[in-house]
Every structure is written in C-alpha cells, then in structure tokens.
C-alpha cells in the first residue's frame, strides 16, 4: 500500500509540475487534466474548484500548483520514502550488510 501511495505522490509531482512553465501547452494541458477531475460524480465540481482555485486557471493556480509540487508532495514523498524502507527492514525483505572484519 505504501508503494501504491508513492506512485500516486510521483504521478502527483508530474501533473502540478506540467503547468510551472506557465505556456499555452501547459495551460492547457492543466484545464484538460483539472476537467477530468472534475468528471468525478458529486464531488467532481469540488476536487476541480479546489485544484484551479476558482472556476477557471489563474496565477492563484500556478501558486497552488508550485507549492503542491515544490512543499507538498515532496513533504509527503520523503515521510512515504521512510515508511517504506522501515517496512522493508521490518519485514526481513533486505537486511543491513554484515561487517566484514
């Protein structure tokens, strides 16, 4: 589960990093992938407005978006990052390398 969360934040880094160069492909790029999330039944409309900041693409975008992808999600990555490797060492799934004397 803890993988499927990274993918989920990776994929998550790649769509609010698209639109930082600010240009027509990015812009647009964006309103298609903030449309399909808005394509969600009865929450749709919410997750949209809260991704744009508003009804349309904005600077208030641009600022949500660089935040999510410079603070956020790297935030959250790293916390995943180490929850995964304590698992993996928990689990027995890789061991520390012995010292050689």
Request: charged share 10%; glycine share 14%; hydrophobic share 50%.
């Amino acid at each position: 589960m803890v993988g499927v969360g990274l993918l989920i934040l990776t994929l998550g880094m790649g769509f609010t990093g698209y639109l930082l160069p600010w240009d027509q492909k990015a812009y647009w790029a964006t309103t298609v992938g903030t449309s399909i999330a808005g394509t969600v039944p009865w929450v749709g409309p919410i997750i949209q407005k809260a991704l744009r900041g508003g009804p349309e693409l904005s600077a208030l975008t641009l600022s949500r978006f660089f935040a999510a992808h410079i603070w956020m999600i790297p935030a959250l990555l790293g916390g995943a990052i180490g929850v995964h490797l304590f698992l993996i060492i928990k689990h027995g799934e890789s061991q520390f390398p012995e010292k050689q004397d």
